[in-house]
Nanobody, 114 residues
Framework: QVQLVESGGGLVQPGGSLRLSCAAS????????MRWYRQAPGKERELVAT????????NYADSVKGRFTISRDNAKNTVYLQMNSLKPEDTAVYYC???????WGQGTQVTVSS
């Protein structure tokens, strides 16, 4: 079955960096665009970044543009989210997503705090 497993979250100080990973299985990963979403406490889930199936094109929410980078390794069936210059408002559970398969991962917690 389709499965997405995120990892790499944790506690980081403001200004720090984290790299999230999402390992995919159960479908032909290289055929599909992938997305990262996040959900902060008491807020709706929001789209953070999108990458096309080849990685040739990416899009970002205005709130993370210039700080976050989405990438993928189709040989490893993995999508990444490199997060730099983290701010307290980036604190959320981060999820990867395949829209076509309507698949969500279990999420990984990112907490930005001093």
């Amino acid at each position: 079955q389709v499965q997405l497993v995120e990892s790499g979250g944790g506690l980081v100080q403001p200004g720090g960096s984290l790299r999230l990973s999402c390992a995919a299985s159960g479908f032909t990963f290289s055929n599909y665009a992938m997305r990262w979403y996040r959900q902060a406490p008491g807020k709706e889930r929001e789209l953070v970044a999108t990458i096309t199936r080849t990685g040739s094109s990416t899009n970002y929410a205005d709130s993370v543009k210039g700080r976050f980078t989405i990438s993928r390794d189709n040989a490893k069936n993995t999508v990444y989210l490199q997060m730099n210059s983290l701010k307290p408002e980036d604190t959320a559970v981060y999820y990867c997503r395949n829209e076509i398969w309507n698949a969500w991962g279990q999420g990984t917690q990112v907490t930005v705090s001093s």
